[in-house]
């Protein structure tokens, strides 16, 4: 398994960006697929974004889509979530997770087992 661990989160406003940053120890950190997670209150837990080991797929929830952006950097064992135009809805605790082995896109959070601790992230109207 890989630590996680999340950086990032705050209070934003409606329209505006957001950076969420997830620094991983683990030697074979570049052959995990990693991805975010999120949970409002009230709610479950569900899929925002993915990236594959290589960098080269990335898979989103429809809601985000144009919204934000996975990015990861194998070398600084770092993945991000640059998040634009955020709205009220977007307000969740946001969680990196990580998969080791083949990835084809999975939005079941069953399907990573590695798992950061949480970043919350408040979009105010």
């Known amino acids: 398994q890989v630590h996680l661990v999340e950086t990032g989160g705050g209070l934003a406003q409606a329209g505006g960006p957001l950076r969420l940053s997830c620094a991983a120890a683990?030697?074979?950190?570049?052959?995990?697929?990693l991805g975010w997670f999120r949970q409002a209150p009230g709610k479950e837990r569900e899929f925002v974004a993915a990236?594959?080991?290589?960098?080269?797929?990335?898979y989103y929830e429809d809601s985000v889509k144009g919204r934000f952006t996975i990015s990861r950097d194998n070398a600084k064992s770092a993945v991000y979530l640059q998040m634009n135009s955020l709205k009220p809805e977007d307000t969740a605790i946001y969680y990196c997770a990580a998969r080791e082995g083949v990835y084809s896109g999975s939005f079941y959070s069953m399907d990573f087992g590695s798992w950061g601790q949480g970043t919350q992230v408040t979009v105010s109207s």
């Open positions: 683990g030697r074979t950190f570049s052959t995990y697929a």
């Open positions: 990236v594959s080991w290589t960098g080269s797929n990335t």
